[in-house]
Nanobody, 115 residues
Framework: QVQLVESGGGLVQPGGSLRLSCAASGGDFSASTMAWYRQPPGKQREWVAAVSGNGIAHYAESMKGRFTISRDFAKDTLYLQVNNLKPEDTAVYSC?????????WGQGTQVTVSS
């Protein structure tokens, strides 16, 4: 059974940085695309970025610049570095993977940007 466990969220002041992690287990994910999504309070979930099985990163247009996605294939772990955090980055950040035709989500990690 696929499991995704996110960590690294928390309360951050505007201008700060965070590194989120998503550890995957329960399969061979080397060929799978892994992605980050986020859901701000009261809004729909939106795609942030993804790394394909060949290591290529893709970003939502609005996320380019302050967000950096990376992936450690040996550890089956996905990362999201977010710099210069803004209050509008406040959201639940969730990890996603499509593996053997099935989609799996992590439980999410809360990021709150506030002074």
């Amino acid at each position: 059974q696929v499991q995704l466990v996110e960590s690294g969220g928390g309360l951050v002041q505007p201008g700060g940085s965070l590194r989120l992690s998503c550890a995957a287990s329960g399969g061979d994910f080397s060929a799978s695309t892994m992605a980050w999504y986020r859901q701000p309070p009261g809004k729909q979930r939106e795609w942030v970025a993804a790394v394909s099985g060949n290591g290529i990163a893709h970003y939502a247009e609005s996320m380019k610049g302050r967000f950096t996605i990376s992936r450690d294939f040996a550890k089956d772990t996905l990362y999201l570095q977010v710099n210069n955090l803004k209050p509008e980055d406040t959201a639940v950040y969730s990890c996603y993977i499509s593996y053997r035709g099935s989609a799996s989500w992590g439980q999410g990690t809360q990021v709150t940007v506030s002074s």
